[in-house]
T-cell receptor, first 115, second 115 residues
Framework: AQKVTQAQTEISVVEKEDVTLDCVYE???????LFWYKQPPSGELVFLIR??????QNEISGRYSWNFQKSTSSFNFTITASQVVDSAVYFC????????????FGAGTRLFVKA | DTGVSQNPRHKITKRGQNVTFRCDPI?????LYWYRQTLGQGPEFLTY????????KSRLLSDRFSAERPKGSFSTLEIQRTEQGDSAMYLC?????????????FGEGSWLTVV
């Protein structure tokens, strides 16, 4: 079975705090892709990062960083020094490379950043 | 801007009516996807096209739903005899080829309310 679990439904932080959004996935496929998207109130899903299953390098982009660990099937997302504009729903997604196209999204984590 | 464009952005319809949504993907993208998202949930895959061919349909896509991409460019999603349970946001996305890990870009979605 393929599944993406975002256990944190809502997180509330004060501006400038660091926050980590958890993502745990399940798949038996050896080739797959993991994504994080941000969904602001306007509704559009904004692409943040893509990682393939063979690349476990962590990545940093400005205030954003991602920690991919195949051993624990996790792909966590950290925002450093959060800002009010970071308030949104964040989705982790798993895309498989076999058996035709299939995308599995987590239920999302709503992040509130208070000034 | 040449992102994924969807219209109408909002549609309110009476139960039993038919509705049609249009999606214009990023121009060079050969893959086009439709998803449905209800409140508090992540997007759920409905169907996808590679050029004009519809290659996969989710079990969520009942007989009342039909999607087309006649010339391999824009796509339409029609819902016949709408039901209140069809109320959701319908997201369109496009990409080159996901097998190579290309990013899937989403539109802003079309909100459907069935009253």
């Amino acid at each position: 079975a393929q599944k993406v679990t975002q256990a944190q439904t809502e997180i509330s932080v004060v501006e400038k705090e660091d926050v980590t959004l958890d993502c745990v996935y399940e798949t038996r496929d050896t080739t797959y892709y993991l994504f994080w998207y941000k969904q602001p109130p306007s509704g559009e899903l904004v692409f943040l990062i893509r990682r393939n299953s063979f690349d476990e390098q962590n990545e940093i982009s400005g205030r954003y960083s991602w920690n991919f660990q195949k051993s624990t099937s996790s792909f966590n997302f950290t925002i450093t020094a959060s800002q009010v504009v970071d308030s949104a729903v964040y989705f982790c997604a798993l895309i498989l490379n076999t058996g035709g196209f299939k995308t599995i999204f987590g239920a999302g984590t709503r992040l509130f950043v208070k000034a | 801007d040449t992102g994924v464009s969807q219209n109408p952005r909002h549609k309110i319809t009476k139960r039993g009516q038919n509705v049609t949504f249009r999606c214009d993907p990023i121009s060079e993208h050969n893959r086009l996807y439709w998803y449905r998202q209800t409140l508090g949930q992540g997007p759920e895959f409905l169907t996808y096209f590679q050029n004009e061919a519809q290659l996969e349909k989710s079990r969520l896509l009942s007989d009342r739903f039909s999607a087309e991409r006649p010339k391999g460019s824009f796509s339409t999603l029609e819902i016949q005899r709408t039901e209140q349970g069809d109320s959701a946001m319908y997201l369109c996305a496009s990409s080159l080829t996901v097998n190579s890990g290309n990013t899937i870009y989403f539109g802003e979605g079309s909100w459907l309310t069935v009253v």
